[in-house]
């Protein structure tokens, strides 16, 4: 079955930096775009980056443009969200999902604080 497993969370200063992976098995990763969202308690879930199956098309959310890039290895069926110059307010859980289907990762704990 689709599992998605998100890793790199953390506790980080502001202005820090942290990379999050997403390890996808059971589909073929290739043909799907994929996605991060992130959620604090109490909102929606808000949708940060996008990647196409090629890695060639990516968009960001405006409020992390600039700061984030959303990547992926094919060969390791893995995506990823480098994060830089992070701010309190990217503090939330962070999720990736597989565009086109409802499958989510248990997501990945971002905190930004002094």
């Known amino acids: 079955q689709v599992q998605l497993v998100e890793s790199g969370g953390g506790l980080v200063q502001p202005g820090g930096s942290l990379r999050l992976s997403c390890a996808a098995s059971?589909?073929?990763?290739?043909?799907?775009?994929m996605s991060w969202f992130r959620q604090t308690p109490g909102k929606e879930r808000e949708l940060v980056a996008s990647?196409?199956?090629?890695?060639?098309?990516?968009n960001y959310a405006d409020s992390v443009k600039g700061r984030f890039t959303v990547s992926r290895d094919n060969a390791k069926n893995t995506v990823y969200l480098q994060m830089n110059s992070l701010k309190p307010e990217d503090t939330a859980v962070y999720y990736c999902?597989?565009?086109?289907?409802?499958?989510w990762g248990q997501g990945t704990q971002v905190t930004v604080s002094s």
């Open positions: 990647i196409s199956n090629t890695g060639g098309s990516k």
């Open positions: 059971g589909f073929s990763f290739s043909q799907y775009g």
């Open positions: 999902k597989v565009i086109a289907m409802n499958y």
